[in-house]
């Protein structure tokens, strides 16, 4: 019996990577893989330290000082100044914060039950169902300013649409819609609920499909109606879905901003929050620390929403 002489090992060509020169051994990443994953994280992640923690860590810190933004020697140390004259001295203060609190009432009791009961229409598999989810859900994915612009055209007092339905177009009979500050801030939020309905029916919707079909088909064995089962069935699993939806619309509601600033930049009756501080840090007087210090406030509003949420979130994940 011949035995076959070794065979000789051939050499690897000079423009293989050295990992996959060596076999039976785990193929490592060449230097060039190690510097596009660099990249594809680090740039994201120091574009997002910098624009976000950096700049809200100064935010907190500014909210202390007083500085008109020329130069850093002009930053001064002011303690808890800025707090004081905003709970105490400025007038528009408690105004945006209860246009803030009416902004939630409006946007939890309006949009969030249509979009509720749009989900629910659209979860029977009824026909079209996806022209009316594109058609329902269109506003949500359209710029808040281009939406602005589109509902100023509505309310316009010659032209707009309103007016002209009921009349009020016509000279000594014009309704300003945006300029009366006891109809302003009315207009605006059916401006935003028109937006915020769609974003609900979406939420909800995607809620009722995680639904088990069994719950429905045992309530229907047991007698109850399309109500009762409704009610006493599904809604209970939507518990999730409406934590969802009651943070987001909490959210949005503090973060309201483009929408005012298109129709008439936050003033006659509109003022919020988010207008106070753009008017105070890029404004004409370019207070940066009192701005920075309506900020804070804003920042741990939303912050006691956001961390309970959070807590409840992780809590849930290690129990399952």
């Known amino acids: 019996m011949t035995r076959k002489p070794p065979q000789a090992a051939t050499a690897p060509s000079p423009?293989?990577?050295?990992?996959?020169?060596?076999t039976g051994k785990r193929q490592l990443l060449t230097r060039r893989d190690r510097l596009v994953l660099a990249l594809m994280a680090g740039v994201p992640t120091v574009l997002h330290v910098a624009l976000v923690w950096?700049?809200?860590?100064?935010?907190?810190?500014?909210?202390?000082?007083?500085w008109d933004?020329?130069?850093?020697?002009?930053?001064?140390?002011?303690?808890?100044?800025?707090?004081?004259?905003?709970f105490a001295d400025n007038p528009q203060f408690w105004p945006a914060v209860e246009h803030n609190v009416v902004w939630f009432a409006v946007l939890i009791l309006i949009p969030t039950p249509l979009g509720l009961f749009l989900a629910v229409q659209l979860d029977k598999r009824i026909r079209f169902s996806r022209v009316y989810q594109t058609a329902f859900f269109l506003p949500v994915?359209?710029?808040?300013?281009?939406?602005?612009?589109?509902w100023q055209l509505v309310y316009n007092p010659d032209t707009g649409l309103i007016n002209s339905i009921i009349g009020a177009n016509k000279p000594g009979h014009y309704i300003?819609?945006?300029?009366?500050?006891?109809?302003?801030?009315?207009a605006v939020l059916i401006a935003a609920s028109w937006r915020h309905t769609g974003y609900m029916m979406i939420l909800y919707l995607a809620g009722l499909k995680s639904v088990d079909p069994s719950l429905r088909e045992a309530?229907?064995?047991d007698g109850a109606n399309e109500w009762q089962a409704f009610r006493n069935v599904v809604f209970p699993t939507l518990r999730p879905t409406n934590t969802v939806v009651l943070v987001v619309t909490i959210i949005e509601s503090l973060r309201a901003f483009d929408l005012v600033f298109v129709f008439n930049k936050g003033a006659q009756g509109t003022e919020l929050l988010s207008i106070l501080v753009t008017d105070n840090i890029i404004g004409e007087s370019s207070r940066i620390g009192y701005g920075s210090a309506i900020a804070v406030v804003l920042l741990v509003v939303s912050l006691a929403v956001i961390i309970p949420y959070l807590i409840a979130t992780f809590r849930k994940e290690r129990r399952s």
Request: charged share 10%; glycine share 10%; hydrophobic share 50%.
């Open 54 to 66: 950096v700049t809200a860590l100064a935010s907190i810190a500014l909210a202390f000082t007083t």
């Open 141 to 150: 994915v359209i710029s808040m300013a281009c939406i602005g612009f589109v």
């Open 176 to 186: 300003d819609w945006i300029g009366d500050p006891h109809l302003n801030l009315w």
């Open 15 to 22: 423009g293989t990577p050295r990992a996959s020169r060596t």
């Open 219 to 221: 309530a229907a064995l």
């Open 69 to 86: 933004g020329i130069g850093f020697d002009s930053i001064s140390w002011v303690g808890l100044d800025n707090f004081r004259q905003l």
